[in-house]
């Protein structure tokens, strides 16, 4: 059965909202003036969700904020009921963990599960879902892209394993094909955005994610760059999320959000001394890009324009000065 049509804004739950590339997809969606479902862990930590309560006081949509458990069955079945649209975007991204199956894998996998089942439960309104896996999930770190050249979405990571080592690939890989697997067997419609690490502007006050400690930790001088050359802007993943659950015809479909190319962190470097002069920065290895992906696709298919690197950078550390997350140090 077909979702029913509704008139008016918009209603879309984005699980774990309080995330940084969450938070900015409920900012375009309020922008939107769309009714926002925001699910969080939990709303007893004020200090999470302030900016997003700030979000939903300054711009147009209505948000609301649910508490909602990924590894409890049946917790987000009241949440989903009666949305157009499900953002799934829940998932750990850890620099360091211990029990690569119990830290990474189970809460992949059964979020994904949890989540997609309450889904099912609302095939009736839901029109589609848009699950943010990863770029990790088409990368292969030893056989590299299937046409011998650059990463598209037919690309699968067949090379990582639930070990140390490629436990946050493998985690990510897996909860992307069981999605796929339950949009098949339950009927609703699935598109997934594959974005690579995510830089860019910040809202909240918080150092929570790994790319925004990451680049602290450059701002600050203690860190020479970044844990992977492959970059995209926060921004341009949020307007790919909602692209791909307005765009007929993303039904079905991977995308791959990133620069084509490699940003070395001496080019990241490079891009921080020239912006701010007066501030410390340890210096990186001199290296060289080059060309990894094709991103046309989402592109031609969703009308997204890449936001320069250059300017993802420069925002990023601005916004996390201003909010006093990093405090550089000067010459």
Do not use: C
């Not at 984005?14 to 925001?38: D, I, M, P, Q, Y």
């Not at 697997?181 to 598109?191: C, D, N, Y």
């Not at 970059?231 to 307005?246: E, G, P, S, T």
């Not at 701010?276 to 989402?298: M, T």
């Amino acid at each position: 059965m077909a979702p029913v049509q509704s008139t008016g804004p918009y209603t879309a739950v984005v699980t774990g909202a309080s995330g940084f590339v969450a938070s900015e997809v409920v900012k375009e969606l309020l922008v939107k003036g769309w009714n926002v479902r925001g699910t969080v862990r939990s709303l007893s930590k004020k200090e999470k969700v302030a900016h997003l309560e700030a979000l939903g006081k300054a711009l147009p949509g209505k948000l609301t904020l649910h508490e909602a458990d990924l590894l409890k069955k049946g917790s987000f079945d009241e949440v989903v009921k009666g949305a157009d649209y499900v953002f799934h975007m829940a998932s750990p991204f850890l620099a360091e963990w211990n029990d690569t199956q119990k830290e990474l894998v189970e809460p992949a996998l059964e979020g994904t599960t949890t989540v997609l089942e309450s889904v099912a439960k609302s095939k009736d309104t839901v029109r589609r879902v848009v699950l943010t896996s990863s770029f990790a999930a088409a990368l292969k770190m030893k056989s590299g892209p299937s046409n011998g050249k650059l990463y598209t979405e037919e690309d699968w990571n067949t090379d990582s394993e639930a070990d140390k080592e490629g436990g946050y690939m493998y985690s990510k890989t897996v909860a992307e094909k069981k999605a796929w697997e339950l949009s098949k067997k339950e009927g609703f419609e699935l598109a997934t955005i594959m974005p690579s690490l995510v830089l860019g502007p910040v809202t909240g006050t918080r150092p929570d994610g790994t790319s925004i400690n990451a680049m602290k930790g450059i701002l600050e001088g203690e860190s020479t760059g970044l844990p992977f050359p492959f970059v995209v802007d926060v921004r341009n993943i949020a307007q790919a999320h909602i692209q791909a659950a307005v765009t007929p015809k993303a039904n079905g479909q991977r995308y791959l959000i990133s620069n084509a190319d490699t940003v070395p962190n001496s080019t990241v470097i490079a891009v921080l001394k020239e912006r701010f002069p007066g501030l410390k920065f340890k210096d990186a290895e001199q290296e060289e890009s080059k060309p990894v992906l094709d991103n046309s696709k989402v592109q031609k298919q969703l009308g997204i324009s890449i936001i320069p690197y250059r300017d993802t950078i420069i925002d990023m550390a601005t916004t996390l000065i201003q909010n006093g997350i990093a405090k550089p140090q000067k010459k």
